[in-house]
């Protein structure tokens, strides 16, 4: 009758490269540590090897600054090029501070640097320093990776493609969803009774949110990183939603 | 070699009433599930418990609100007593707009409404409307419920006590550390190496917040709700934290 929830960190997934097949690749790791997928599972998996595989490496060499960015960029000690890819992936300044660069990415997404990392992008690929911007679309990657685990292997896993994000009142980056397929990302509780049967008063938990911080906590144990966390046990209520449903739309936006 | 976390639902812990000693109950709760705790396990325990038995229950008839705060409350549907309860546990407010009130508890945590319940407060215990305040110190009472397993069974058990709150650019409610003991709370990897060499740029991760949104997966899974989660198979950073680590400081601010 006990309840338990396992995360297991998928062990020896090789380098991904412009072009890879993540569904592929994942699965062959699966299979190589001895693990079955089944009907119910959650793959967490880190954007970087998801925008990786899709290309998204940017050569800073290749970007040119227009001059209004160049204006900006002068009240951040930030290299201009890479706060010209910032603005390109974002639809407005939420705070311009020394130092730091919070937008709301097209996505919808309010974070540092539009999600743009430096890191661990494979100086191998490209010549000269190279960012890696975030999938195109990551709801469309989730449900990709999603598809090819069904029509591969004939199970019904759900995908939750996971970033680190800051947050405005408290300190230390944690995991959240930014690509999401098979579960809903929003899971609307309303109604509910509570232990002494009142209706529950928050009524949506940020589900996907929630798998992404817990995989989190396998992804950043390693010194050389995890991209990706099995997830079994969790009873998932239905349905089928979006990362982009844990938007807050603007207009309910109290910190513009 | 493959590296799994098991978060288990600790069944049948019995309805807390002002003066229960947690650790205890937890303990029998733990035995009478087979369940043997082992140096390392993490418990994470949800603060309505904690709350209830540190007596923070306020009947809504013995509160007499003031006349800036019946002002105040004009431009909420907030009942003006509930608005008093939340200011005097309260610093400043954040937001103020028609049905949000969103304030720094003298925590220093920005949430809505003081982390002030209405739900899951026992009716039986007090007469009429009553409504639960956050613990006086959760971080105290992290550490409490530490040294007393640590005194009835000899293990070293980290704890950290959870919340539900809202976040100001994503819907969705997450869990986060309100009280922890044992380990730390914001875990600083400033120089690591990532994968390629680089050194990472997000230096500190919110580990006892990716503990806490763990927990909540299944926190919020039976409609009977589940107060305490054991954790086992992190491998903790040393260091022994406090939830207020995770506070960000007001110069650091910029949502003011």
């Known amino acids: 009758l006990t309840h338990s929830l396992t995360l297991t960190a998928i062990p020896r997934i090789p380098h991904i490269r412009p072009g890879d097949d993540v569904a592929r690749l994942l699965l062959r790791a699966l299979e190589e540590?001895?693990?079955a997928l089944q009907d119910g599972d959650i793959l967490a998996v880190a954007q970087k090897i998801i925008s990786k595989a899709e290309g998204r490496q940017v050569r800073l060499a290749?970007?040119?600054p227009g001059p209004r960015v160049v204006e900006r960029?002068?009240?951040?000690?930030?290299d201009p090029r890479l706060?010209?890819?910032?603005?390109?992936?974002?639809?407005?300044?939420s705070r311009l501070r020394?130092?730091?660069?919070?937008?709301?990415?097209?996505l919808g997404f309010t974070s540092a640097n539009a999600g743009i990392d430096r890191s661990n992008v494979d100086p191998d690929g490209l010549e000269g320093e190279a960012v890696l911007l975030l999938p195109e679309d990551p709801d469309a990657s989730a449900g990709n990776l999603r598809e090819t685990i069904r029509a591969e292997?004939?199970?019904?896993?759900?995908i939750v493609i996971t970033d680190s994000h800051g947050?405005?009142?408290?300190?230390?980056?944690?995991g959240v969803a930014i690509g999401v397929a098979g579960l809903p990302a929003l899971w609307d509780r309303r109604g509910e009774p509570d232990l002494y049967g009142f209706r529950l008063q928050h009524t949506d938990v940020g589900l996907a949110d929630e798998i992404a911080a817990a995989a989190g906590l396998l992804m950043g144990q390693a010194a050389e990183g995890t991209p990706a966390v099995l997830i079994r046990g969790l009873r998932l209520p239905p349905g089928d939603g979006r990362a982009t449903d844990l938007v807050r739309p603007i207009e309910q936006d109290?910190?513009?």
Do not use: C, M, W
Not at 73 to 78: F, L, N, S
Not at 98 to 106: C, D, E, N, S
């Open 62 to 64: 290749d970007v040119e």
């Open 83 to 93: 706060v010209e890819l910032i603005l390109r992936e974002s639809t407005s300044v």
């Open 73 to 78: 960029a002068g009240k951040t000690p930030k």
């Open 167 to 174: 947050r405005p009142f408290r300190l230390g980056t944690v």
């Open 254 to 256: 109290l910190y513009r």
């Open 153 to 158: 292997r004939g199970v019904n896993v759900a």
């Open 33 to 35: 540590a001895g693990l």
């Open 98 to 106: 020394p130092g730091v660069l919070i937008v709301r990415h097209r």
